[in-house]
C-alpha cells in the first residue's frame, strides 16, 4: 500500500491524542506514548495536558501520587513516566543493551560486571518496602564494605551505575522528599507492577505498542528510540520477524517502513490533517520516530530543535510537520519560525496559546512571531 506523509501526519496526530485531543487522564495517554520523557517534570506534564481536551495541570501529578504512574529509567537511558503495568516489557528490553558489559563503561566507571550483579541484590533487600534517598540508599550501602569504591558512582546525579537496576525491576524513583530524589522498589511499592519478562516475551508488546502511536517506522527507528541503536541487531531482527502478520509494509513517498496490520485501513481512508500545533520540549511526537527523521524536522534546522546537552525545544506544527519553536517569555510566547516557512496563521497560534495557558494553569498568553 502507498500512502503520502500527510496521511501519516493525520494518522499520528490521531493516535497521539493530539488531534482530536483526549478527555483521558494522564495514565492512559503516557500508555498510549509509550512513556513520558521526564527528566524535566514540568515538560512531563505539559505534554499531558495539552493532549487534554480541557487541560488538568495536575493530572501528571495526581496519577504518580496515586500510583497509576511511575518514574524510571527507560529509553535511552533517559527518565521516563510509565503505568507500572506496562514498565516491566519495556525495561526487559532495555537491560538487553547490556551497556554497562562494555569495557568502555567499566573503565569509566570503575564498576565491574560482577559489582553491579551484587549491587542488584543488595538494594533489591535494601529498598523492599523503603523509600529512600540517595544519600540514605548510599549509606546503606557503604556499610557493606564489599561497595566502598563504588561510593562515587553511586552519589552521581547522572545514575549510570543505577540505571542497569532499574531495567532489571529493582530500582525506581520514588515521591521526592523537598528537593531530593528518592528511589523504592517497585514491587513494593505498585499494586499493579508485574513480574518482569523474558526479553522473547517482551518484544512483541513493545514493538505493537510503539507502532501503535509511531506508525509506520522501520525496526532501526525503533531500535534508535528504544536504546539509540544499542540492541544487537540479529536480536533486533528476530524480534521484527517474530511478529509475522501482525505487521504490514506500506509504503510512504518511496520509504518502505512497516504498521500494524489492524492499522493499515485507518491509515488508508485517513484525511490529510490541516492545523496547527503547539507541543512542549522533549515532546513525544518527535521522541518518538526521532530528531533525526528529515521529513518532519529538516535538516537544515534540527539544531533550533535538538539543542545542547540533548535539550529538545517546544514546537510549532503545522499540517503534521515542524516548522518552528517557541518559548514562553514573562506572559508571552514567542514563535521562531524556520527561515523559510510560510507565514503561521496568527489566530491558531492564539487559540493555541491559549490552550498552552491553560495548560500551565494560567489564564492567557499572548503571542509574537519572530523570524
Known amino acids: 500500500?502507498?500512502?503520502?506523509?500527510?496521511?501519516?501526519?493525520?494518522?499520528?496526530?490521531?493516535?497521539?491524542?493530539?488531534?482530536?485531543?483526549?478527555?483521558?487522564?494522564?495514565?492512559?495517554?503516557?500508555?498510549?506514548?509509550?512513556?513520558?520523557?521526564?527528566?524535566?517534570?514540568?515538560?512531563?506534564?505539559?505534554?499531558?495536558?495539552?493532549?487534554?481536551?480541557?487541560?488538568?495541570?495536575?493530572?501528571?501529578?495526581?496519577?504518580?501520587?496515586?500510583?497509576?504512574?511511575?518514574?524510571?529509567?527507560?529509553?535511552?537511558?533517559?527518565?521516563?513516566?510509565?503505568?507500572?503495568?506496562?514498565?516491566?516489557?519495556?525495561?526487559?528490553?532495555?537491560?538487553?543493551?547490556?551497556?554497562?558489559?562494555?569495557?568502555?563503561?567499566?573503565?569509566?566507571?570503575?564498576?565491574?560486571?560482577?559489582?553491579?550483579?551484587?549491587?542488584?541484590?543488595?538494594?533489591?533487600?535494601?529498598?523492599?518496602?523503603?523509600?529512600?534517598?540517595?544519600?540514605?540508599?548510599?549509606?546503606?550501602?557503604?556499610?557493606?564494605?564489599?561497595?566502598?569504591?563504588?561510593?562515587?558512582?553511586?552519589?552521581?546525579?547522572?545514575?549510570?551505575?543505577?540505571?542497569?537496576?532499574?531495567?532489571?525491576?529493582?530500582?525506581?524513583?520514588?515521591?521526592?522528599q523537598g528537593n531530593q530524589i528518592t528511589f523504592t522498589s517497585p514491587a513494593s511499592q505498585y499494586p499493579t507492577w508485574g513480574t518482569m519478562p523474558a526479553p522473547d516475551e517482551a518484544a512483541p508488546v513493545v514493538i505493537s505498542a510503539y507502532l501503535g502511536a509511531y506508525s509506520p517506522a522501520t525496526a532501526e527507528v525503533f531500535d534508535r528510540w528504544l536504546s539509540r541503536g544499542s540492541t544487537s541487531k540479529p536480536r533486533l531482527r528476530r524480534w521484527f520477524a517474530d511478529i509475522g502478520d501482525k505487521v504490514t509494509e506500506v509504503d510512504v513517498e518511496g520509504r518502505k517502513a512497516l504498521m500494524l496490520t489492524e492499522h493499515v485501513d485507518e491509515l488508508a481512508d485517513i484525511a490529510a490533517w490541516k492545523g496547527l500545533r503547539l507541543l512542549g520540549g522533549f515532546d513525544q511526537y518527535i521522541l518518538g520516530p526521532g530528531t533525526t527523521d528529515d521529513v518532519l524536522i529538516p535538516a537544515r534546522h534540527r539544531g533550533l530543535v535538538s539543542r545542547a546537552a540533548g535539550w529538545i525545544s517546544p514546537i510549532v506544527v503545522v499540517n503534521g510537520r515542524v516548522v518552528g519553536v517557541w518559548q514562553i517569555l514573562d506572559q508571552e510566547i514567542v514563535v521562531t519560525a524556520f527561515p523559510g516557512s510560510a507565514r503561521m496563521p496568527l489566530k491558531q497560534l492564539e487559540a493555541e496559546a491559549l490552550h498552552v495557558a491553560r495548560a500551565r494553569g494560567l489564564n492567557a498568553l499572548s503571542v509574537r512571531i519572530t523570524d
Request: charged share 20%.
Open 1 to 176: 500500500m502507498k500512502v503520502s506523509w500527510d496521511h501519516v501526519y493525520a494518522w499520528r496526530m490521531r493516535r497521539q491524542y493530539l488531534d482530536p485531543r483526549t478527555t483521558q487522564g494522564a495514565s492512559a495517554i503516557v500508555g498510549r506514548l509509550c512513556g513520558v520523557q521526564a527528566q524535566v517534570w514540568n515538560a512531563a506534564e505539559l505534554a499531558v495536558a495539552l493532549r487534554q481536551s480541557t487541560p488538568a495541570p495536575d493530572s501528571v501529578d495526581r496519577d504518580f501520587a496515586d500510583r497509576s504512574l511511575m518514574k524510571t529509567w527507560a529509553m535511552r537511558g533517559a527518565l521516563h513516566l510509565l503505568p507500572p503495568s506496562q514498565a516491566p516489557a519495556y525495561l526487559s528490553l532495555m537491560e538487553t543493551t547490556g551497556f554497562w558489559l562494555k569495557p568502555s563503561w567499566q573503565r569509566v566507571s570503575g564498576v565491574t560486571p560482577r559489582q553491579v550483579d551484587a549491587l542488584t541484590e543488595k538494594v533489591a533487600g535494601i529498598l523492599d518496602g523503603a523509600v529512600l534517598t540517595r544519600d540514605q540508599l548510599v549509606t546503606r550501602l557503604m556499610a557493606d564494605t564489599g561497595f566502598k569504591s563504588m561510593e562515587e558512582s553511586l552519589r552521581s546525579g547522572w545514575g549510570q551505575v543505577l540505571k542497569p537496576l532499574a531495567w532489571r525491576g529493582v530500582l525506581c524513583h520514588g515521591a521526592p
